[in-house]
Nanobody, 124 residues
């Protein structure tokens, strides 16, 4: 059974940094496309970042490009999202997701497995 567990969310001030992590069980993160999405109240789920299987090539969403990075630890079977220079508009629930497909997609409907999410709140 696949389980993705996010952690590391919290309340920070604008300009701060925060890292959220996703521990996977029941799947090997290096064999899946692993992604991070976020959803703010009243808004659609938004692509944040993803990392390709095997190669580990990362893709970052336009709204966070230059501020967020995604990384993968194959030994710990985790995927992390480092968030720098946080803004109030980054406030959302952040979700980890896994896709068994071949082509990396920014469409959340493509992803097969999801975590429960972790809240990130950025105050101004």
């Amino acid at each position: 059974q696949v389980h993705l567990a996010e952690s590391g969310g919290g309340l920070v001030q604008a300009g701060d940094s925060l890292s959220v992590s996703c521990v996977a069980s029941g799947l090997t993160v290096s064999r899946y496309i692993m992604g991070w999405f976020r959803q703010a109240p009243g808004k659609e789920r938004e692509f944040v970042a993803a990392i390709r299987r095997s190669s580990g090539i990362a893709y970052i969403g336009d709204s966070v490009l230059g501020r967020f990075t995604i990384s993968r630890d194959n030994v710990k079977n985790t995927v992390s999202l480092q968030m720098n220079s946080l803004k109030p508009e980054d406030t959302a629930v952040y979700y980890c997701a896994a896709d068994d497909g071949v082509v990396l997609s920014r469409n959340p409907s493509v992803y097969d497995y999801w975590g429960q999410g972790t809240q990130v709140t950025v105050s101004s």
